[in-house]
């Protein structure tokens, strides 16, 4: 790739902050789950429990809307400022339609949920108002992505992230006035208030920015992406994380399958799991940016190296991760939970999920390089092979049939992420070797 630029310092320019705004997106959750976990320890299943379904329908929707990103950036490298803006219009309709229909899909399931998957009604009842409450958050959320990945898009990601450690300071005051009173039904109405927060905040805050008129923010006539191309990037993705969504909310119904104590420790490792996963997650959106600007300026040379850029520093960051797991291993699991038998357990488990960051991260960047590169459904069906064939069934024979427990579950994980991480790189390395050899034309997939 002789003539392609270093990407280490823009990936890392990039990635800080939006990894920090990731990160934030999950200091959410830690909180509310440290929150209950302390105050109200007996409503952790309740509180997992609320989120599986709903998590679903975010992830989701997380993903259709990755078009705003992976096009607005792709505007940029062609020299058409103005679409981003298109991009982020297009793409707050979008988010406003996939949340509303989620709303309503979680209100018409409601406890049938649960119980249609072998839920215990004494555990189903009790989570289903916390999923209720929790629904009303999901067009806030896919909103304020919507706003994050234009400004992404236009390399501006330092807004995003400070507005959404405001927002976990409004979500922890609101838990702790709540929770004590309200357990679990007080922590799903805090999300709601600190997303209404976060929403009203990052618009302001994009219609403010100076150079917006550049971005066509404010122009209702520029030209742009149509719902139609956002959609074609968007689908896959939405297509794609919601399987693997899906396919961790089965493991937390094997686990509520299973008893209480064993739903409680799965959702807090997982949580931990998902805080690390925030790093990878920014990487990720590092990389489809500085890939879909490379594409964009039909650079394919450089988009390969950035991807490959992107592929070490995350392999780096992983394993750090996973060193400090093992090593606070039992102060980290005190942090979540004052059920001294409950921690002990989590403690003696965060070995594995240490397993499970690297494999589990470097799938998710290679496949948002693939994205930016148009290569939009492959990742889709190494999703659908790894996280909905391989992890539940592996999860449901470890976890229940083989008696693992937690432990079944966390290796179904590790080797789903394997799994999926190899068959993308590989993918990603003939592209990449294509694009050594043809440099000036273009190799995207059809």
Not at 101 to 113: I, P
Not at 134 to 149: D, E
Not at 317 to 334: G, N, S, Y
């Amino acid at each position: 790739m002789a003539g392609s630029r270093p990407y280490v310092y823009d990936l890392l320019r990039l990635a800080g902050p939006v990894a920090l705004a990731r990160l934030g997106i999950i200091g959410m959750g830690i909180a509310d789950v440290v929150v209950v976990g302390q105050l109200a320890p007996d409503e952790l299943p309740h509180q997992a429990l609320g989120w599986a379904p709903t998590a679903v329908f975010l992830v989701a929707g997380i993903g259709l809307l990755q078009g705003v990103q992976v096009l607005a950036a792709r505007a940029l490298g062609e020299g058409k400022p103005e679409g981003a803006g298109v991009a982020l219009r297009r793409g707050l309709v979008l988010a406003l339609l996939a949340g509303a229909l989620s709303c309503v899909a979680m209100w018409a399931g409601g406890e049938r949920l649960f119980t249609a998957f072998g839920i215990d009604a004494s555990l189903a009842s009790p989570s289903t108002p916390v999923m209720l409450i929790l629904a009303l958050s999901v067009p806030l959320h896919l909103m304020y992505v919507a706003a994050t990945f234009f400004l992404e898009a236009i390399k501006k990601p330092a807004l995003s992230t400070a507005i959404m450690w405001a927002a976990n300071a409004v979500n922890l005051a609101l838990n702790l006035l709540w929770v004590p009173e309200h357990g679990a039904i007080g922590s799903a109405w805090a999300t709601v208030g600190a997303r209404i927060f976060l929403v009203v905040t990052i618009l302001a805050g994009i219609a403010l920015l100076r150079d917006g008129a550049a971005f066509g923010v404010r122009n209702l006539r520029a030209e742009g992406p149509s719902f139609a191309a956002l959609l074609g990037v968007g689908v896959a993705a939405a297509v794609s994380q919601a399987v693997e969504a899906g396919a961790f909310s089965a493991m937390t119904v094997i686990a509520g399958r299973i008893g209480a104590d064993v739903v409680a420790a799965y959702q807090i490792i997982l949580n931990l799991m998902a805080f690390v996963f925030m790093i990878a997650l920014g990487m990720a959106a590092a990389a489809a940016v500085l890939v879909s600007e490379a594409v964009g300026r039909k650079a394919f040379a450089d988009a390969a190296r950035a991807g490959w850029t992107a592929i070490w520093l995350n392999a780096i960051a992983m394993v750090i991760a996973a060193i400090v797991i093992v090593a606070f291993a039992h102060p980290i699991a005190r942090a979540y939970t004052a059920d001294v038998a409950l921690a002990g357990l989590i403690a003696s488990l965060l070995w594995i999920s240490a397993l499970c960051l690297h494999p589990d991260g470097a799938q998710v960047v290679i496949a948002s390089a693939l994205r930016a590169r148009s290569d939009n459904w492959f990742p889709t069906f190494s999703h659908i092979v790894a996280y909905a064939v391989v992890m539940p069934v592996l999860g449901y024979w470890l976890a229940e049939q083989r008696e693992m427990g937690v432990a079944g579950l966390l290796f179904a994980i590790f080797w789903a992420s394997v799994v999926s991480a190899g068959i993308l790189i590989v993918r990603w390395w003939a592209l990449a070797r294509a694009a050594r050899h043809a440099p000036t034309s273009s190799i995207q997939p059809s």
